[in-house]
T-cell receptor, first 115, second 113 residues
Framework: NAGVTQTPKFQVLKTGQSMTLQCAQDMNHEYMSWYRQDPGMGLRLIHY???????DQGEVPNGYNVSRSTTEDFPLRLLSAAPSQTSVYFC??????????????FGNGTRLTVT | GQQVMQIPQYQHVQEGEDFTTYCNSS?????IQWYKQRPGGHPVFLIQLVKSGEVKKQKRLTFQFGEAKKNSSLHITATQTTDVGTYFC?????????????FGQGTILTVHP
């Protein structure tokens, strides 16, 4: 099993550009989520999904869109990139959306710079 | 909203010294998880605590959950250079959904040989 796979590893965007961060998991996990990590801020939840066709907002959803058309994939879209979106992005999945069920498995991250 | 505060933000120790990081929540937590992130890596799950006053050990690591389920700590005995990284706590306050899990800011541990 590959686990949680994120692409790309690095990306540089100009302000106003759009892009999609890809996330795929091969563990048949029900729950998938996107976090951003900024110095001194910990990990903040952007969007999450408890199953195919179901998505919900996390703590910092503005400027990001998601969809979950399959169990395996959970892409994160930046519609119009802003310098404030410069960050490291992690995709994470879990067998269950219940924290008592199983831990989060994180991908290797995408380092995004917006100039 | 729920806040999970983690201190200290940074900790520098000499190899062999002990290390402790603390998490405090503004609300009662249903459970707390701990993750470790090596430099340049991704967070990796360490442990979950659920019961009031619970104590769990993993070799040199001791995890505690407070009696009131509002605080937790991670203690490492006799640190080694392999312990370097950022340690995060994550608390669930609005039930047990991952959508309501809040991460602390993390403690960055540096171990000097």
């Amino acid at each position: 099993n590959a686990g949680v796979t994120q692409t790309p590893k690095f990306q540089v965007l100009k302000t106003g550009q759009s892009m999609t961060l890809q996330c795929a998991q091969d563990m048949n996990h029900e729950y998938m989520s996107w976090y951003r990590q900024d110095p001194g801020m910990g990990l903040r939840l952007i969007h999450y999904s408890v199953g195919a066709g179901i998505t919900d907002q996390g703590e910092v959803p503005n400027g990001y869109n998601v969809s979950r058309s399959t169990t395996e994939d959970f892409p994160l879209r930046l519609l119009s990139a802003a310098p404030s979106q410069t960050s490291v992005y992690f995709c994470a999945s879990s067998y269950s959306s219940d924290t008592s069920g199983s831990p989060l498995h994180f991908g290797n991250g995408t380092r995004l710079t917006v100039t | 909203g729920q806040q999970v505060m983690q201190i200290p933000q940074y900790q520098h120790v000499q190899e062999g010294e002990d290390f402790t990081t603390y998490c405090n929540s503004s609300t009662t937590l249903s459970n707390i998880q701990w993750y470790k992130q090596r430099p340049g890596g991704h967070p990796v799950f360490l442990i979950q605590l659920v019961k009031s006053g619970e104590v769990k050990k993993q070799k040199r690591l001791t995890f505690q959950f407070g009696e009131a389920k509002k605080n937790s700590s991670l203690h490492i005995t006799a640190t080694q250079t392999t312990d370097v990284g950022t340690y995060f706590c994550a608390g669930g306050g609005g039930g047990t959904s991952y959508g309501k899990l809040t991460f602390g800011q993390g403690t960055i541990l540096t171990v000097h040989p």
